[in-house]
Structures are given as C-alpha cells and as structure tokens.
C-alpha cells in the first residue's frame, strides 16, 4: 500500500485477509488515503481491536463498510418483510457450513475459523441481530442453547439458494468444480455489498442495508458476551 500514489479520485480498499492481519491492513488503507474501506468479518480479534480501528477511521474520515452480505441477501429481505406482516411473530435464522464429515475437513475449519464459531462463522447472524433488531449487550436478558430450534408454530421458511438460484448454483459448480459451494450462493449477494460500497466511495450516497463498522463492534461485542454462556450450556 505504500507504494501507492495519491489518489485523484476516491480510493475504495476490500481487506479480506485472516483476521489477525486486518488491524495492520487497515491503518495502511488509511495511511494510503483510502476514503471508504470495505472490511471482511469479523473485522478484528477483539472487541478492542476493532474499537480502535473505529477510532482511527473517524479521525481520518474514513468511510468503513462491513462485508457481512447477509445484511443484503435475499433470503434475509424476504423474511423480515414476511415477519412484518405477522403480529408478534420470532424469527429464527439456521445457518450450516458446507464442511465435509472428514478429519481434514474438521481440521481446516478450525483453521480457517480460528476467531471462534460466534466470532466467525455465526458472526453473520449476530450482525442482523445487530442490524435489525437492536439487539445489545447491555438488551440481552436471558441466554439459551435451543437445541431444538424452539417449539414456536412455523407460518413462513425461506431457504438459501431458493429454487430460482439453484440452476445458477449448479452451472457455476460445473464450471469451478474445486471452489466452495457457498461461493456461489452468497456471489449475488457480495455483487450487492460491493456496488453499495462503491456508489458510496464514488458519491457518498448512503450504502442502505450495509453494516458499518459500528455495527461490527456492536456484534463482536454480542460474540464475546454470549461465548462463555453458551460454551456452559452446551457443555
């Protein structure tokens, strides 16, 4: 990055690294006179990481943008929209991984998602928590492992890839036999976080549905607070 030149117009820079790596790859974003940055979850290691990102992005006046493409996917849209037609109603998210039952596949999962199941890759959910229904540490009254999902009475289920993207998901599957599956069931959605960002780099029109980085300390603030908890539960 400092090798870059000034820019002559607005600089947009994608951080998706290992999380470790983010915080030093941030203050080089910065330092390169990038105005928004788009920054992968879960952002940073820690809660204080993170905060002191936000902190050095706001005396810079830097625009930070978070890639959690759930925020903007279909699947999530047409759920809240069908939740807010129903008095009262609760929804429930179920996210899987697509890891083969193998002692390899177990191995690069732990690998890969070193931050923890909360910090990484159920950090999603919590971030719509955050996003949608004000959700807080400071909110939160009682915590538990629903092992079962709940006895509610199911009125509505939406599925990702819905029927309309399978066909997209199988060509594409031929195409990049060796890619992870979820690559392409979550493309349409980082087409979005990506245009979003980049309408807002180019003419700082608000990038709607997308979480800031605000947002991200206040979900990996959720992540710590609920580890432990959940960790005695499930014991």
């Keep these: 990055m400092g090798n870059l030149p000034n820019p002559k117009q607005p600089r947009c820079a994608l951080i998706s690294g290992r999380t470790a790596d983010n915080p030093q790859l941030f203050t080089e974003c910065i330092a390169a006179k990038c105005s928004t940055i788009i920054l992968e979850k879960p952002g940073a290691p820690t809660v204080a990481e993170l905060q002191k990102m936000k902190d050095e992005a706001e005396a810079a006046g830097v625009g930070v943008l978070m890639g959690y493409n759930k925020n903007v996917c279909k699947y999530v849209r047409k ?138 300390v206040e979900t990996m603030r959720v992540a710590e607070y609920l580890t432990p908890t959940l960790m005695e539960q499930l014991k």
């Design 79 to 216: 759920t809240r929209e069908f939740a807010e037609t129903v008095p009262g109603s609760h929804v429930t998210f179920v996210s899987n991984n697509a890891y083969e039952n193998t002692p390899e596949s177990l191995g690069e999962c732990f690998e890969r998602n070193a931050e923890g199941m909360l910090k990484n890759m159920a950090i999603h959910e919590l971030a719509l928590l955050v996003s949608f229904y004000d959700v807080t540490v400071e909110n939160i009254e009682s915590v538990t492992a629903d092992k079962e999902y709940g006895d509610d009475k199911e009125v509505f289920r939406y599925y990702m890839p819905d029927d309309e993207d399978k066909a997209t998901v199988q060509k594409l599957q031929a195409k990049y036999p060796t890619a992870m599956p979820y690559f392409f069931t979550q493309d349409p959605d980082y087409v979005t976080v990506k245009e979003l960002a980049a309408k807002f780099t180019a003419t700082g029109e608000e990038a709607e549905g997308l979480a800031t980085i605000a947002i991200a």
